[in-house]
């Protein structure tokens, strides 16, 4: 408010905006603390949301929740890590066992996903 209302006292015909939190997309805060300038009608709130940057707004939430679609992931995640072992143990009774490469590239795909849950 105090740097608006500096702004406003040089040049008064300005418009003053006002970005939302949280990539743009939250003004819950200036509900209860709005901001009020010496010269009225000089604030612009705005809002907008980068959905490639928040990628939770991407699932509606009327449809399923969060913590339901965690739990769905980590499931699927948990079949592909059994499925992968049952593969490599195959592959290893079969004598062609996957190059040092392949499962360090491996390892790594899993303790990202993982830590994405």
Same mark, same amino acid.
């Given at each position: 408010?105090?740097a608006g209302n500096e ?20 003004? =819950?805060?200036? $509900? @209860?603390? /709005? ?6 009608? $000089? #604030?612009?709130? @705005?809002?907008? =949301? %980068?959905? @490639? %940057?928040?990628?939770? =707004?991407?699932? /509606? &939430? ?7 679609? $965690?739990?769905?992931? $980590?499931?699927? *995640?948990?079949? #592909?890590?059994?499925?992968? *072992?049952? *593969? +490599? &143990? +195959?592959? &290893?009774? +079969?004598?062609?066992? /996957?190059?040092? #490469?392949?499962?360090?590239?491996? *390892? ?6 993982? +830590?994405?849950?």
């Open positions: 408010t105090q702004v406003l006292a040089v040049h008064p015909d300005i418009l003053i905006v006002v970005m939302g939190l949280c990539a743009g997309i939250c003004l =819950n805060p200036a $509900r @209860e603390h /709005p901001v009020v300038f010496d010269i009225p009608d $000089r #604030v612009v709130y @705005e809002v907008h =949301n %980068y959905v @490639e %940057y928040v990628y939770t =707004n991407l699932i /509606p &939430r009327d449809a399923i929740s969060w913590d339901s679609l $965690r739990c769905i992931l $980590r499931a699927l *995640l948990l079949a #592909v890590l059994v499925a992968s *072992l049952l *593969l +490599a &143990r +195959a592959w &290893r009774a +079969a004598g062609c066992a /996957p190059s040092k #490469v392949a499962l360090l590239h491996s *390892l790594g795909c899993w303790t990202v996903g993982l +830590a994405a849950l």
